[in-house]
């Protein structure tokens, strides 16, 4: 069973940043698409970025296009969610999931997920 684990969320003030990390213990994510989705209060969940196992990037949320970027670590067992110029409706519960393939639009069935990692923007 892959483990997944979110960190580097928190309180951050309008057009600040934070990097998002998904990490899995003693596993390559190499081996997996690794997305990341968010859900706000109330809301459902949206997906956001998605980074195949040949790192082609889909994107979902045309919200974050130009200031979110989503990468692969070096050491093959983090995936980062790069968040620049962050607005109050960036805030949300972040997940990281893997799956083999990105998800088509609106159809985040991902194999396995994280717990989440919080993040409130400030205006």
């Known amino acids: 069973q892959l483990q997944l684990v979110e960190s580097g969320g928190g309180l951050v003030q309008s057009g600040g940043s934070l990097r998002l990390s998904c990490a899995a213990s003693?596993?390559?994510?190499?081996?997996?698409?690794i997305g990341w989705f968010r859900q706000a209060p109330g809301r459902d969940r949206e997906g956001v970025l998605c980074i195949s196992t040949s790192d082609s990037i889909t994107a979902y949320a045309d919200s974050v296009k130009g200031r979110f970027t989503i990468s692969r670590g070096t050491a093959k067992d983090t995936v980062y969610l790069q968040m620049n110029s962050l607005k109050p409706e960036d805030t949300a519960v972040y997940y990281c999931?893997?799956?083999?393939?990105?998800?088509?639009?609106?159809?985040?069935?991902?194999?396995?997920w994280g717990k989440g990692t919080r993040v409130t923007v400030d205006d």
């Open positions: 003693g596993v390559s994510l190499d081996y997996y698409a």
């Open positions: 999931a893997a799956a083999w393939g990105c998800p088509h639009f609106g159809d985040y069935d991902m194999n396995y």
